[in-house]
């Protein structure tokens, strides 16, 4: 399968390309420099010269707390970026597209909505949710207006080694590490008390190209592992296998001015589809994320 990935650099691509390849993929990633989806022609031009059979569409911002800041920059990049690449995709022979959404698109769930199904409805509390709800959308106009065969994933938060220190665990991973070089006692932490459904990088690229493969076209599917676990639960237990025990300290500037209490997915639809359970637990992702912080921190950072 020839395979064209927006957002093949980032930190999920790290994951992906390699795992297409294992696959017996063929992978075409430009970087960002080379195709900016914002730029309607380039991405038209790009997918025209691939002729892809398959598109994955990475590409984003992918910070929420971030959004809050630049909105503008948020709508323009995940949603009018989303447009240009289904425009581009539907115009060179209709290969599958797989949209990659968020679980953020979710909001404010009550307890007994738990856990999220597919169907719950859309409440984003976010510029960043909003920006997946409406790529969302144009996604589902461009297979019922245009019969693009178009799939969505909505994974629930994941996290694995190389993920960027603008995000929660891989922020305590480097800070823990820090800690235990200079000697610190606290360690700066944000809102600890959000429940997140947190899943292995590794595992989700899986599923990613089993929904390329197996997935129903105009179908949307989560992508979690149907547990939820308090961030402050996440931090203790970082703490302990690094083996460091530091004061947890609340920095008023990591407080986001919304956070969604409670995320937990339903991936039965994935399953049943595709066959696909996370297989890397909990305790080892996070060991990995030690690890990838320690070797950053010495200089030697490389694929976990």
């Known amino acids: 399968m020839r395979v064209f990935v927006t957002g093949g650099h980032g930190f999920v691509g790290a994951w992906l390309l390699p795992h297409l390849r294992d696959q017996g993929d063929e992978v075409l990633a430009p970087d960002a420099h080379a195709v900016d989806i914002t730029d309607a022609a380039a991405m038209a031009d790009a997918l025209s010269e691939a002729r892809p059979d398959a598109v994955i569409h990475l590409a984003g911002l992918a910070h929420v707390g971030q959004s809050w800041d630049d909105p503008d920059a948020t709508v323009q990049v995940n949603t009018v970026g989303t447009l240009h690449v289904l425009e581009a995709a539907r115009r060179v022979g209709n290969p599958r597209v797989l949209i990659v959404s968020s679980a953020e698109v979710y909001g404010h769930v009550q307890p007994d909505q738990l856990p999220i199904t597919e169907d719950a409805p859309l409440l984003p509390v976010s ?8 790529a969302e959308l144009l996604a589902v106009q461009a297979h019922l207006g245009h019969g693009l065969p178009v799939v969505r994933a909505r994974p629930f938060n994941h996290v694995g080694p190389g993920q960027a220190p603008t995000f929660a665990v891989a922020a305590f991973a480097q800070r823990i590490v ?13 809102n600890l008390s959000p429940r997140r459904d947190l899943t292995d990088v590794r595992d989700v690229v899986r599923a990613y190209r089993l929904l390329v493969e197996r997935g129903e076209p105009g179908q ?5 592992s149907g547990q939820d676990v308090a961030i402050e639960d996440v931090v203790r237990r970082m703490l302990d296998l690094a083996g460091v025990d530091l004061e947890l300290e ?13 995320l937990r997915g339903d991936a039965t639809r994935l ?3 595709t066959g696909w359970v996370p297989e890397i637990a909990l305790d080892d992702t996070l060991r990995d994320v030690l690890h990838a912080a320690q070797a950053a921190q010495k200089g030697t950072a490389g694929p976990a």
């Open 220 to 224: 949307v599917y989560n992508v979690a």
């Open 127 to 134: 510029p960043y949710a909003a920006s997946k709800a409406a």
């Open 271 to 273: 399953r049943q589809a």
């Open 178 to 190: 820090d800690a235990r070089r200079s000697g610190a006692k606290t360690l700066e932490v944000g």
């Open 250 to 262: 609340v920095d008023p500037s990591l407080l986001r001015p919304v956070d969604v209490p409670v």
